[in-house]
């Protein structure tokens, strides 16, 4: 029977890409790495891995093995990180995933400051917009702004964030300020697609109900900080996250428009595997996004 503990060993090959680099970190031999995968196979009765003198790459029976093996490679670092975690002093290591606005407003700084705070404590922080699968890819948190619909996830509301349309006084002074949300289809508007969908639908309340407004313009970007720099060079009216306008609509380089009919709001979560339950490093961490989330409350609210 293959041992489990050479299954993990296979998958840190697999990930540095090299048996010598393994056996360095480990404090082994090469000799000894190589035998445990050779071990390995001849338990599984299969080959794992294509070796050259430059590179391995993975059979198809490895490429199944790494799949499944990395997911409890993972489980036994949860495990790991799950005991350490509840001792006085913090140790281990937390995977985050978090969009691009959010780290660079406020939880890139945050999650520095905790690490400055719990010196024995390791972050992985992948900054990006595409919608991680938390389990797949062994994340233990994820920062999310958007309608949460996986019922395999646990998620922690950590603030509201409102949306704002807005756009430039030379803009407006130029086009006119539209009065009321229909007055919008007259408009160059700047459109956000996220993950590939254009969002060319705005959700405006007219007559105290909600109703979905099309519009259009021929600025399209699944980038919410591009939207803001088209807005700021006098190209449409925009619909964006308050807080990433904040200090332009203080400066009234950004107007803010049709404020009766906005009451668009969307929750930021911090988001976990139901499978794992969140140690006491994992909740000391949320609290601390929490608090400087709201810290900056002005800007979401």
């Not at 900054?127 to 699968?133: A, F, G, M």
């Amino acid at each position: 029977m293959a041992k489990a503990d050479d299954m993990v060993l296979f998958v840190q090959v697999v990930d540095e890409g090299s048996f010598s680099r393994v056996a360095e970190k480990l404090s082994l031999t090469n000799s000894v790495v190589s035998k445990r995968i050779a071990r390995l196979e001849e338990n599984l009765n299969a080959q794992l891995l294509y070796r050259t003198t430059r590179k391995l790459s993975l059979t198809d029976a490895g490429k199944t093995l790494y799949n499944k093996a990395k997911i409890a490679k993972f489980a036994f670092q949860e495990a790991e990180n799950a005991v350490t975690g509840y001792g006085e002093d913090m140790k281990g290591n937390i995977r985050i995933t978090m969009p691009v606005v959010s780290a660079n407003l406020v939880l890139s700084e945050s999650i520095a400051e905790f690490c400055k705070q719990h010196p024995e404590i390791s972050v992985d922080l992948q900054i990006t917009n595409r919608l991680v699968d938390l389990i797949e890819e062994g994340f233990d948190l994820a920062i999310r702004t958007a309608e949460l619909e996986d019922s395999s996830l646990i998620a922690r509301r950590l603030i509201d964030s409102q949306w704002v349309i807005c756009a430039t006084p030379d803009y407006l002074g130029k086009y006119g300020i539209p009065q009321t949300p229909e007055q919008l289809q007259d408009h160059k508007c700047l459109v956000y697609k996220f993950d590939n969908a254009a969002n060319d639908i705005w959700p405006l309340y007219i007559d105290g109900t909600e109703q979905l407004l099309p519009i259009e313009g021929r600025f399209y970007s699944n980038h919410l900080d591009a939207i803001k720099q088209a807005t700021l060079s006098d190209l449409g009216i925009a619909f964006l996250p308050q807080a990433l306008v904040y200090k332009e609509l203080q400066q009234n380089t950004l107007t803010q428009i049709l404020q009766r009919f906005t009451r668009k709001r969307m929750g930021m979560y911090a988001v976990y595997p139901k499978a794992k339950q969140p140690d006491q490093k994992l909740k000391l961490l949320v609290e601390h996004l929490r608090e400087s989330l709201h810290e900056k409350q002005a800007y979401y609210c």
